[in-house]
């Protein structure tokens, strides 16, 4: 998908400031994500990668700082009522955060119910349809999350972040967790419904080779805020001791190498 | 919230979808999305079921599509055989490949089997589920037993760390709500007392009422199901969290004995704790029929308290406190039986969390009745 530069960015972070007590996390940080890219975050542990997430979702409110979303301000806590916005986009927690008292294709008929009066026949064929998109076999829709593996509960959690076809798409590590096998087939299945369904994606992950392999454009969190953005190519020529060690270090090299030698057949 | 636009005049550019179907042909204008599917899928079923067969699908005035009405368009030209489409953009082939691709039947929940069946069903699991049930709380309870007789006959004795830290737990973070209780009911008790002996009036039995009922029954029952109600919950909660995470198997790799370092720290707390809590509990019971008699009865503090020792027999002190940690024992033990059974997911906690309390408040009152029988065929009435 091509990135389109020129429109108004899809998420616009400005002068980002977040504290929880007297630790502060981010300070002062910017971020824009272009619409229909895909847009890795990585940073070391604790540089709070995933309390940007939540700020973009409204799941945190900020001490400082603007967002918007889709055209749209974030304003902490109240966000999430704002369902205009909620239901454009999709969120994949980390540990998938399936209901567990619901099936899987349960879980994906939730907001479908929520926001749309659907027959209950559209709706099981939406939800089936999906089970099969994210790569589930038939036999895991009628399963709860508990009866599934971890590489299953991630499917089924992204299968439930589509369910609305979302514009945007967060997703929180989807490959921890996952074996390499299982985490290249991941992989390939969000840049194939990146591409499909036209998809902005914000990416938080430790995964080199994701990276290599779908990001568009990779942001670096470090000393509190935004220190870099553009391509892997672009990254790893960025004089940063964080950025150089992340990069060039034995496992950046690793996956730089993979990705030059054996192509995933995608993009 | 359903309003199609009429269906002569399309506007490509308005968030809206119309619908039109003349001569087998059938035509979408505007968005063809989940949220305006939603809105015109009855009037869709509608027009399409006043004329069966093969059609022909315009899709050259979509502005947009998703996956929901790319799926739309697949299953009419699957349930149709002959039908085809046209003007479809790059995009909406795209996605029509996408979901045919996606098209496999899938249960949504699992099979459910006749009513009748189910029930009967349920009723024959619920009896063998009781059954299994007090068969392995037997097993709990022969476990801990051993477990302690273990950890003693090693020479590592017992937690006491822990079990400091659950005694204040289950027992001094309880004084308040269970203090409260005993001096409500103590008052309550010699209220309703009061009312029915002055009728003979003999109200200065209501001392013989407070104290022989509190020290002998109420403030040790009471104070019971209090605690199985606080710290059976607790347990089976606390256990049934570190079930789930894995934290019991890990201990068990290392060597532990999660009997040993779960279980028993909180059976040996209930044990001491729950005596103290019960004399505590018929203490503030006295008190408040005390309270009472004399703000009511105008019975003097002085003469109650002497009157007290009177009429209850050191007996009821006794028999009273000789149950209390047989309550505590089995109150911890249940509920540490209940957290080992979680298994799965977060709704089992809650479950086994529900099944904690409701064992234990019923095996302390069924003991507590077996208590009364002996104790009177013992001639200790």
């Keep these: ?267 | 919230m359903s309003h199609p636009a009429p269906p002569d005049a399309p506007v490509p550019d308005m968030p809206v979808l119309s619908i039109r179907l003349a001569d087998g042909v059938l035509a979408f204008d505007g968005r063809l999305t989940i949220a305006r599917v939603s809105e015109t899928e009855r009037q869709l079923e509608d027009m399409l079921a006043r004329s069966p067969g093969p059609l022909l699908i315009d899709l050259s005035g979509l502005t947009r599509i998703d996956t929901v009405g790319a799926w739309i368009v697949h299953r009419l030209l699957r349930d149709r055989p002959g039908s085809g489409i046209t003007g479809a953009s790059a995009d909406a082939e795209r996605l029509l490949a996408e979901v045919s691709a996606a098209d496999r039947p899938c249960e949504v929940r699992p099979v459910t089997e006749p009513f009748i069946l189910r029930e009967l069903r349920r009723l024959g699991e619920y009896v063998y589920a009781f059954r299994d049930s007090a068969v392995s709380a037997l097993d709990f309870i022969g476990l801990t037993i051993i477990s302690a007789w273990r950890a003693i006959a090693a020479g590592r004795g017992v937690r006491w760390n822990a079990v400091w830290v659950q005694m204040e737990q289950v027992g001094v973070n309880a004084l308040g709500i269970i203090g409260l209780m005993s001096f409500l009911i103590g008052i309550v008790l010699a209220q309703q007392g009061a009312v029915q002996l002055r009728q003979f009036g003999a109200e200065v039995f209501v001392i013989n009422l407070v104290g022989r009922a509190t020290f002998r029954e109420l403030g040790i029952l009471l104070t019971a199901i209090m605690v199985a109600g606080r710290s059976a919950s607790a347990f089976a909660a606390q256990i049934g969290s570190m079930k789930l995470a894995e934290e019991v198997d890990a201990m068990r790799t290392i060597g532990l004995d999660p009997i040993e370092v779960l279980v028993l720290p909180r059976t040996i707390a209930l044990i001491l704790m729950m005596p103290l809590l019960a004399f505590y509990a018929s203490v503030l019971g006295v008190v408040g029929g005390g309270l009472f008699s004399w703000a009511e009865l105008g019975i003097p503090p002085a003469t109650f308290a002497q009157r007290l020792r009177e009429v209850v027999p050191m007996s009821d002190f006794w028999i009273g406190l000789s149950k209390a940690p047989v309550f505590g024992a089995i109150i911890a033990i249940i509920g540490c039986h209940q957290g080992f059974q979680v298994t799965g997911n977060a709704e089992s906690v809650g479950q086994r969390t529900t099944q904690a309390v409701v064992e234990a408040i019923f095996i302390v009152i069924v003991l507590d009745a077996f208590f009364a029988v002996f104790y009177t065929a013992l001639g200790l009435s």
Excluded at chain 1, 13 to 28: A, I
Excluded at chain 1, 77 to 100: D, I, K, P, Y
Excluded at chain 1, 131 to 154: F, H, I, T, W
Excluded at chain 1, 193 to 198: N, P, Y
Aim: with cysteine.
């Design chain 1, 1 to 267: 998908m091509a990135t389109h530069a020129d429109e108004p960015p899809v998420i616009r972070v400005r002068g980002l400031v977040n504290r929880f007590g007297d630790q502060t996390v981010h300070e002062g940080l910017d971020l824009d994500v272009r619409p229909g890219e895909i847009l890795g975050v990585v940073g070391g542990s604790g540089t709070g990668k995933s309390v940007l997430m939540r700020s973009i979702i409204g799941l945190q409110t900020p001490a400082e700082g603007d967002i918007t979303v889709l055209g749209q301000p974030v304003t902490g806590g109240e966000t999430t009522q704002n369902q205009e916005l909620t239901r454009q986009w999709g969120v994949l927690f980390q540990g998938g955060a399936l209901f567990s008292g619901l099936t899987v294709a349960e879980n994906i008929e939730v907001p479908l119910r929520e926001y749309f009066r659907l027959t209950g026949q559209l709706m099981d064929e939406i939800a089936a349809y999906k089970v099969a998109m994210v790569g589930l076999p038939p036999e895991a829709g009628p399963k709860y999350p508990s009866e599934l593996s971890g590489g299953m509960k991630k499917r089924a959690a992204l299968a439930r972040a589509l369910a609305l076809d979302p514009k945007l798409l967060f997703l929180d590590e989807p490959t921890a967790g996952l074996d390499p096998i299982a985490a290249d087939g991941f992989d390939t299945l969000i840049r194939t419904l990146a591409e499909t369904m036209g998809l902005t994606v914000f990416l938080i992950t430790h995964d080199l080779d994701t990276l290599h392999a779908i990001c568009d454009r990779v942001a670096v969190i470090a000393e509190k805020r935004i220190i870099a953005s553009g391509t892997v190519a672009e990254l790893s020529r960025f004089d940063h001791p964080w950025v150089q060690e992340y990069f060039s270090g034995p496992r950046g090299r690793a996956a730089a190498i993979a990705q030059h030698h054996a192509p995933l057949e995608v993009g």
